[in-house]
């Protein structure tokens, strides 16, 4: 149990952890090219660890300091030292190792199974092995009946055999997904041709720019990429990971609901692809402000927030990608604000590492928060509706880590003490979340 103490104001400038999304990409594609490549700073979060010891198994070599990772590598075939096939690789609870990494494994001249912590064993694989398999890729799983949606789906462990020919496509996906459409990334780039893709809505971008950093072939307009195969990679040698922004949005959203408060936040990701949370408190009246804003391959600025009345607003399905992670702590912002909030099209986050909708439901009107789902279509809506003053109570993390972080944040700015079940699930993406935390109350 840990205990969270009221927060009267804040007046800080803070840092928070390199993006993950960001940096999976950044361990795998330097796996890819030849050569060294220095990834700073660099996380050691549980879910990035995850990834770098499956690169390390299938051959990569990695030196680690305290705040860089550096990648040395062999090109785009892998050749494991193990010489005992198939080789067995851990994705332990990272949902993204396990979907983006399958797409690179399809291609590869050896046999793999790709091995999931029991939380993870319950996530859907479905929406990669279909469209991998349409590419000529030899993948498989278990079939079983999914619990929430009552769909078979195809579940870990993962099979994965050497394909004869991995060929290019035209790909229509149904959920606008980073995971699934950078697994069909880095299969395009072994593929035979020309691979297209086309989202219903643009999720995030970042394999998109890192690729073309790594020299291949990528070309993006609107909602549909082209890919091209390439021979090999080209490292940039060197590669700066920009602040995460889902992490910052716990902070931000801390900012705004307290009262006399000012925060900035240092080096943040602004990719627009990414920052749909910006514009969504922007509505609700935040008052945010980006400065010293810089560009490498990807944006990044100083974020800005004061102590705001926020106001309910309406958040369409098109926004639901740009914001996908923070949902919950949008939920937690959307508590304090005056009026009905409404955020629709949430569906996904059924399946994320937790139901993240059901568990918003159980914590916020356990504390008196006035919360319900109602359905939208074939799809979900999350309502919340202004009724006065939340009050401190016993929270619950479902040990995900991003229910965690919001729960804290919320009990932060609540009138006396609440207590929270668990916080080690917080290491997945941000280990040093509590102690900085902590460092707001001095
Ligand atoms: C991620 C994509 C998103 C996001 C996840 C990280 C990525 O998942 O929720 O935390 O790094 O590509 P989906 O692709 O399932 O939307």
Redesign the pocket.
């Known amino acids: 149990m840990y205990t969270i103490k009221p927060l009267l104001n804040i007046n800080k400038t803070i840092t928070v952890p390199p993006d993950?999304?960001i940096s999976?990409r950044a361990v795998i594609l330097s796996s890819l090219c030849k050569g060294k490549t220095t990834i700073k700073p660099f996380i050691e979060s549980d879910d990035i660890l995850a990834t770098l010891n499956c690169m390390k198994k299938l051959g990569a070599g990695a030196k680690l300091t305290k705040k860089s990772l550096t990648i040395n590598s062999a090109g785009m075939y892998f050749n494991p030292k193990l010489k005992k096939t198939p080789i067995s690789l851990f994705a332990a609870e990272s949902?993204?190792t396990m979907r983006?990494l399958s797409g690179l494994l399809v291609c590869q001249k050896f046999t793999a199974i790709f091995k999931a912590a029991p939380s993870l064993s319950k996530r859907p694989m479905e929406r990669v092995i279909t469209p991998l398999k349409k590419m000529g890729a030899i993948i498989s799983g278990t079939f079983k009946d999914d619990k929430i949606s009552g769909k078979r789906d195809i579940y870990p462990p993962l099979r994965i055999e050497p394909a004869k020919k991995i060929k290019a496509g035209e790909f229509k996906l149904e959920i606008?997904?980073?995971?699934?459409k950078?697994a069909i990334m880095l299969a395009s780039l072994y593929a035979n041709g020309i691979t297209t893709i086309t989202e219903p809505y643009k999720?995030?971008d970042?394999t998109e720019r890192m690729l073309k950093l790594f020299g291949a072939g990528v070309m993006a307009k609107d909602t549909t990429i082209a890919c091209q195969p390439v021979e090999g990679l080209i490292s940039p040698k060197e590669l700066f990971i920009p602040a995460d922004f889902s992490s910052a949005a716990f902070f931000i959203v801390l900012g705004l609901i307290l009262k006399n408060s000012r925060l900035i936040i240092k080096d943040v990701n602004t990719n627009p692809t990414r920052c749909g949370l910006l514009n969504v408190l922007k509505r609700m009246g935040a008052n945010i402000k980006i400065t010293n804003e810089k560009n490498a391959y990807e944006p990044y600025a100083d974020i800005v927030v004061e102590s705001s009345q926020l106001k309910a607003t309406i958040v369409e399905p098109y926004e639901v990608?740009s914001m996908?992670?923070e949902i919950p702590v949008l939920c937690v912002a959307s508590s304090f604000a005056k009026g009905r909030t409404e955020i629709k099209g949430v569906k996904?986050l059924k399946v994320?590492e937790t139901d993240r909708v059901k568990s918003m439901m159980v914590n916020l009107s356990r504390a008196g928060v006035d919360i319900c789902e109602e359905s939208y279509g074939d799809d979900l809506k999350i309502v919340i509706t202004d009724i006065g003053k939340p009050k401190p109570v016993n929270f619950e993390s479902f040990h995900d880590h991003r229910t965690a972080m919001s729960m804290i944040i919320f009990a932060m700015a609540l009138e006396g003490e609440s207590r929270i079940d668990d916080t080690r699930c917080i290491n997945k993406s941000f280990p040093e979340f509590i102690s900085l935390v902590k460092s707001l109350y001095k």
């Not at 606008?176 to 699934?180: G, L, N, T, Y």
């Open positions: 993950k999304s999976h949902g993204t983006i606008a997904s980073a995971q699934v950078s999720s995030r970042h990608p996908i992670d996904e994320k």
